[in-house]
Every structure is written in structure tokens, then in C-alpha cells.
């Protein structure tokens, strides 16, 4: 079965998307248990975006000017520091086909919830602001959703009720200002350290909903 799938977007995807992509990899990695010999830990050592993890994370930007770039030295600083990994990453354009394939899109701003919703219309009710999924997600009825466990079946299931909870709770309301996230591109470390905890305010949380 396929796991689950989050898409996160920004322009260039070499700076908000990317760390996205790869905090939320490593906080569902943190929910999981040790135990050598263990399905858990097969997953744990598993590289990100790997087949087999439990949370597929994937990244794109709306624009292909940095499409084959590494991540911005800024961003992976903030990643490794957080005990993600920075490896492997190569910027990309978003394209039709991986809105087609998440269940979650999280996009970085308003302009580009609106450019993932216009590519794909029927995207609308999975495809978020990342800062709004996150504001969102205190108000799910945890005890209405699929039962945990760390499999990739069921956190499928309970991923998937989990974005359908949190747009039915949006009710098609538009997403607050506050909940875009500044484009960090040229600027200094703090902006980055600033914008990647604004960004685990949402993927740590999401992680510990998916993983309890």
C-alpha cells in the first residue's frame, strides 16, 4: 500500500518547501520507537523518501528557476540541525501529477494554495496553507479517528480522516495572514531559524496525531 503522501509547496523549493519536507520526515521518525530487529526500526534507518517509510514527504515550488539545485545552505543548516537530513534533496517544478498523488498538500503561502487549487481543482479540500493546517489541527476530535499504529496502513487511514477533519473544520474559510510563511531566500540565519519553527509548530504536531 502506498503511505502517506504530503506534498509541500513554496516558489523555488530550495528554501520553506524543502524544510518542510524533511522536518516532518524527522518528526514522524521521532515518534517511532527503538527496537533493532523491528519494523519500526527498519523504518527509522531508512534514508528520507526511501520506500517503506511510514509518511512519504515530498517537495516542489511553483517555479523551476533552482529546479536541479541543492537545498539553500540556510535551509539544510536548519534541517541537520534539527536532526533532519539535508541528503539527497534536488529542487523541482510542481507538476500536476504530485498534486494527483498526496492526500496532504501543504502549501508555504495563500498565492500558492491558490496555484496548486487552480492546477488542480479537486485538490481543494486536501491542499492547505501549512500554517493554517497547523492552527487547524487542536480542534480535531482525535478520539473520532482511525486507530494508530506505526504501519503504513494505518497511518494512511488515519492521515487521510485526519485532512478530511481538518477541512471540515475550515468550512471553506480562507486562510489568515498569519498563517503564510515568509520566504527566508537572502536573508540571515535567524529568518530561517524563525521560519522553521514556524514550521515544526505544524509538522510536530502532525506527526504526533499521525504516530501517537
Do not use: K
Request: hydrophobic share 45%.
Amino acid at each position: 500500500m502506498t503511505p502517506l503522501t504530503v506534498l509541500m509547496v513554496c516558489v523555488g523549493n530550495i528554501c520553506r518547501s524543502p524544510m518542510a519536507e524533511r522536518l516532518l520526515d524527522r518528526a514522524v521518525r521521532d515518534r517511532l520507537p527503538e527496537g533493532p530487529g523491528t519494523l519500526v526500526r527498519a523504518v527509522r534507518d531508512r534514508l528520507p523518501g526511501e520506500p517503506g517509510t511510514l509518511v512519504r514527504c515530498v517537495s516542489a515550488g511553483t517555479d523551476g528557476w533552482h529546479e536541479g539545485d541543492e537545498m539553500n545552505p540556510p535551509a539544510a543548516r536548519q534541517v541537520r540541525t534539527r536532526g533532519g537530513s539535508a541528503d539527497g534533496f534536488v529542487a523541482r517544478r510542481l507538476r500536476g501529477a504530485d498534486v494527483d498523488a498526496a492526500d496532504l498538500v501543504l502549501a508555504a503561502t495563500a498565492d500558492q494554495h491558490d496555484y496548486v487549487v487552480s492546477l488542480r481543482p479537486a485538490a481543494a479540500s486536501r491542499t492547505f496553507v501549512l500554517g493554517e493546517f497547523g492552527r487547524l489541527l487542536g480542534a480535531v476530535d482525535v478520539a473520532a479517528l482511525p486507530a494508530a499504529a506505526p504501519e503504513p496502513e494505518s497511518v494512511r487511514a488515519r492521515g487521510v480522516a485526519l485532512v478530511a477533519a481538518v477541512d471540515r473544520i475550515r468550512a471553506g474559510h480562507p486562510s489568515l495572514a498569519s498563517d503564510d510563511l515568509d520566504d527566508p531566500w537572502g536573508r540571515g540565519d535567524q529568518t530561517f531559524q524563525r521560519v522553521a519553527d514556524e514550521i515544526e509548530g505544524t509538522t510536530v504536531p502532525f506527526a504526533a496525531l499521525l504516530v501517537p
